[in-house]
């Protein structure tokens, strides 16, 4: 008796709608989930520095009265290298400048741009180390600049401040005065035109400048965020030395592992722990790209969610025909005898 | 039959269905491949010079500045010159009222004072003669006074030790006349007595008196026994021995008593002998204790003369030492005084300043730190001027790393020097800042041209510029854990034409500015290096050109 797709029963059909249609919507939601994980080039770093995944991003966010300036964070640079030595951790590149970890530093303020005619008040993210690798805006206009260079009066505007100041985004050359002392635009970035970025604290227009620029004319006193991305031969190896060294004893500093942020067991756990996730224990303002990734965790939370509760209709449906085909071909084996 | 028909035209709908979107997608591919592609901007790899500047703002401060200072407390009456005003020397620049200075005020009345001073110390007593001899230059000198206060301390130092050698004597005078009275005393207290032999003397009388007694009984003892018929001659023996032995002890004893008799005597008549010769001892020891209490008079007598020799001594050289050397010396001291603040009012009088303050050199006038009515004050200058080609200075503090790109000499550039002034400079001296010594460095610039000290300046100075072949801009300059490396742009023919692909030429840093960084590695000098991009690339990824 040739198969014909009119024989099938209604029942059946509907039961084959319902499991293709669940896991169709199953995988467009994982196809979404796994996007949103690579959507933020901010918590894809360690994977930009080392694509052979050896190597781990883990950020530390400072309150205030930490006592955490450039100098602290030279001392455990340095403590870091004798670190990997020991633990004969060595770089295999060619290339004899090649580095094992990359790290930058910032803190959040104000400055006053002063101009011929008038003055106001910016934004301003006060930088160090190799900041823009972290955190590699949109550039408008000219490059980044880093913690090595050699003078460290450079800026990074972006398109409003430099209408606002020039009238023009071809600005790079230009100076800024920040209590009269002129600062070079060697960049003009875009801010990201998502709400989200809005809501997490970068709604005004935002300069980058030099930490040491902040400091001087901004009144910032100490680093509130430090990121690293290092090498992390093992699980939590990078974690538990960073913890280690710059964590403290009363928990008051929030430290986490960025490169595995996204995996699901971790969104699993969150899952898990809703009713405290919004609890704010400690006195921690986050930059914008921390609450953008929380925001995104929480996306993805809710994603995770449906995708698992889609995916359990087709399973169970999918359980219970088998138990009945089982079944009916145990009665059928049972009729023949 | 119908079905079939039915079924045949099915597939061909859909075959036609299917064919036309291939169709469509073949055609469109390029288009929908670019557009899915991340788009690059690209610069071509350069030649040219690199010039690492550093740049930093000071406060220009004048180089050599000159102070005008007015050497004493006068009262402005009208300022000439002001800020930025080019003087020459002797140019009036400031107007002084006609008056004496405080300074010389002060300074007579000062020379009165110690005018009246002396002259009340001449009325208080001292000598007429020393006062000419002080006024006439002839004052006793230091080794005169010192002569003097010796002298009179010898003859006090003489008179007193003579009063203490008659103190000694006398108290030894004394002494000796207490050690006398005492030896009288003693010789007084002697007593000769024959007691002892008396006693002796009456016992033996006493002891005979009981012989005789004892001799008597045994006589009559005898008698009796002699007289009695009865008595048996043992009795009678006994008796007449017992009478022997009693006769006996009477004898001893009579014996007995002359010796003691005679001792008496002679005890009796010593006893009165040595009696005789203490009270001559005594009357001797009497006659010397009279005799030195004589001296002790005499003694008394002259210490009370000597003790007013050395008190009237004693009250010269202090007088002496405490009034009127001291007297003296002040006179002579203020008679100096007075000399000295003489010469300094005819110094005062001389320095005088007139009524007007001139520019000691050619400058600019870049500070006047007074106003008209105002006093000016001696310690305070009242005008800063800048003398014609002595230049400013503005001084930068950079880190060392900075500063080792910078040598003395190097001329500098000014930042946003828009207003056109001419200005040079020019690198003075690299010393170590004092407010950060082991960090960081001052570098000291030397302007010259048109500047105001007080103004802030903003300058660059870098390395001498240094030719590369291989420059790209610092855009193109990424990094990952294999190091600094570019994506060039390599096109690749393909089906579906020609397709550009990111890839990746590690490269190596040699310098680097605020635009350009100078690189060696993989490259040969025309590539097209990529700058920015859409979205993040990687190495091997399809790219895709702007329109």
Redesign the interface.
Known sequence: MRYKFENVSRRTKICGIIVVVGFLAFAILMGIYHRLAKALDDQQVAERWNKEGNCAQISCYFPQNTGITPDRIQAFQHSLDQYLIQSSIYSDSANPDARLWIAAYSSMGTLSITTEQTSHITQAIGVGGDFFLFHPVKLIEGAYFSGQDVMQDYCIVDRETAWKVFGSTDVVGQYLQFNNVPHKIVGVYERPAESIYEKAGLSQPTIFVSYDTLTKYGGTTEIENYEIVMPNPVRSFAFLYITEQLGDKEGRIELLENSSRFDKLRILRLLADTDTRTMRTKAIVYPYWENVARGYENNMMTLLLFAIIIVTVPIVLLGICGIMAWRRKNKKRGVKR | MEENRKKRDWVKNAAIVFLTVMLLLTFFSNTIMNHSLPEVATEYITSGTIV????G?GVVESGDPYNVQVMEARKVAGIVAQVGDEVEKDDILLYLEDEESEELKAALDKLEALQDEYDAMVVSGLDISLVNRVEGGNAPSIEEYKQRVDTAKKEMDDALLKVDQLEDYLADTEDWIDALNLQISLEEAKSFHADVEESALNVAKSNLDNAKIAKQQAQNNYDALMADPNATPEAKNQAQQQLVAASTAVTDCEAEVNRCQQAYNDAVINAETQKSEVAATIQNLKNQVAHNQVRVRDIGNDLAEHQEDYERKQKVYNDLVNTSIPAEMNLVKKLEDIAEQKEEVAKLRDKSEGATITAPVAGKIISVNVVSGETTNPAMPVFVIQPEGKGYTVSISVTK??AT?VSVGDPADL??AWWGSEMEAVVQSIRPDPNNPSKNKLIIFKITGEVTAGQ?L?LSVGQKSAEYSTIV???AIR??????FILIVEQKSSPLGNRFVATRV?V??LA?D??KTAIQGGVYGYENVI??ATQ?IEAGQLIRLPD
């Open positions: 690492s500047k550093i740049r703002t790393e900075q790109r930042v946003n802030s903003t801009p610092n855009s990094e990952d854990n294999n190091g600094k590690d190596e840093v680097s605020d635009t700058t920015t993040p």
